[in-house]
């Protein structure tokens, strides 16, 4: 059984908005960090962003900082990552991630998070 499913990727334009979804499977992560990490073809995985259990802190990379939005729903047991003002460089596969509290990994890279879905794939197209 996935623990993370996403949803939500597709084909866009340049400029546009998408926004992701990531539903748990289990009650649990809603007391666990989450999160989203994104891998572009023939780039490493990089860190997009985090919000905290109780949804009043999140963390961005740079490279989307203003541009997306973390959120979470604890009635849906869903975490979103609403992006605007896509660009070509934001085309990657993206993977919503878990943590649990006791994880002492840095919560900006990929050893940070126990749990990982399965990734959705998101095109920007110029």
């Known amino acids: 059984q996935e623990m993370l499913v996403e949803s939500g990727g597709g084909l866009v334009q340049v400029g546009d908005s998408l926004r992701l979804s990531c539903t748990a499977s289990?009650?649990?992560?809603?007391?666990?960090?989450m999160g989203w990490f994104r891998q572009a073809p023939g780039k490493e995985r990089e860190f997009v962003t985090r919000?905290?259990?109780?949804?009043?802190?999140?963390k961005y990379g740079d490279s989307v900082k203003g541009r997306f939005t973390i959120s979470r729903d604890h009635a849906k047991n869903t975490v979103y990552l609403q992006m605007g003002s896509l660009k070509p460089e934001d085309t990657a596969v993206y993977y919503c991630?878990?943590?649990?509290?006791?994880?002492?990994?840095?919560?900006?890279?990929?050893?940070?998070?126990?749990?990982w879905g399965q990734g959705t794939q998101v095109t920007v197209s110029s």
């Open positions: 991630v878990a943590r649990t509290p006791w994880n002492t990994g840095s919560g900006y890279s990929e050893s940070g998070y126990e749990y």
């Open positions: 289990q009650r649990a992560f809603s007391g666990y960090f």
């Open positions: 919000i905290s259990p109780s949804g009043e802190e999140s």
